[in-house]
């Protein structure tokens, strides 16, 4: 999982072939001044099938907070998964959730597949 400043968009799709080094996530933008949420951190949640990382802990989630920087014209941020690790190319549904306390913001779906091929052509 990272964070980065400068995504470079490649495809726009639900659709993400599990590839060591891809990365994937929304750009999101604070649109409401006078929500709570507005310029301050957000937790992220990602779910996704279970995997084993180094230590042998099996996961089904992934957190961390971001900050949604005060930005002209509104607070915006770029949130990503990276597949960095081989034990993390694990396909099915993985879902990145921000979350102000109990309150979902945003929620994205994506479908980690194993090939291209197995994408749909709305994907």
């Keep these: 999982m990272r964070e980065t400043s400068t995504p470079k968009v490649v495809r726009q799709t639900d659709c993400i072939v599990a590839n060591r080094g891809t990365l994937f996530g929304i750009v999101v933008a604070h649109a409401d001044p006078k929500h709570p949420s507005y310029g301050k951190t957000v937790q992220v949640e990602v779910s996704?099938?279970?995997?084993s990382g180094p230590g042998g802990d099996s996961r089904t989630m992934d957190r961390w907070t971001h900050q949604l920087m005060p930005t002209t014209p509104r607070p915006?941020?770029?949130?990503?998964?990276?597949?960095?690790?081989?034990?993390?190319?694990?396909t099915g549904?993985?879902?990145i959730t921000l979350l102000y306390g109990s309150e979902v913001l945003v929620k994205k779906t994506f479908?980690?597949?194993?090939?291209?091929?197995?994408?749909?052509r709305t994907s």
């Design 111 to 120: 479908e980690v597949v194993a090939n291209r091929r197995a994408c749909s």
């Design 76 to 90: 915006t941020g770029w949130i990503a998964w990276g597949f960095d690790y081989d034990y993390e190319l694990v």
């Design 48 to 51: 996704h099938p279970p995997f």
């Design 93 to 95: 549904h993985w879902t």
